[in-house]
């Protein structure tokens, strides 16, 4: 059984609030959009609200999505570099 691994990166290239997802088969994707952020720091283990009734898009009765976009993004920058299971 092949193991899929995705690796969040920073391309130099661009800019500060872009994102890059590669897989392991070579495949990239660029998050470049506030509202890919938290489903893409959830790849990497980010949960937007512990009520789970929320993907971070949308508000929840504790936060707002504004609040957990911005948390999303915070989590992406803390994580740039590492390489987890693709379960997508
Ligand atoms: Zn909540």
């Not at 890059?20 to 937007?48: K, M, R």
């Not at 949308?58 to 693709?86: F, N, P, R």
Request: proline fraction near 5%.
């Amino acid at each position: 059984m092949s193991q899929a691994t995705i690796t969040l990166t920073q391309p130099s290239s661009a800019p500060n609030f872009c994102f890059e997802v590669v897989a392991s088969n070579g495949q990239s994707d660029f998050i470049q959009s506030d509202w890919d952020y938290p489903s893409t720091a959830s790849l990497f283990g980010f949960v937007p609200c512990d009520c789970g009734s929320t993907d971070g898009t949308v508000d929840c009765k504790h936060k707002t999505a504004t609040q957990m976009i911005s948390a999303a993004y915070d989590y992406l920058v803390d994580h740039v570099g590492e390489t987890v299971d693709d379960c997508r």
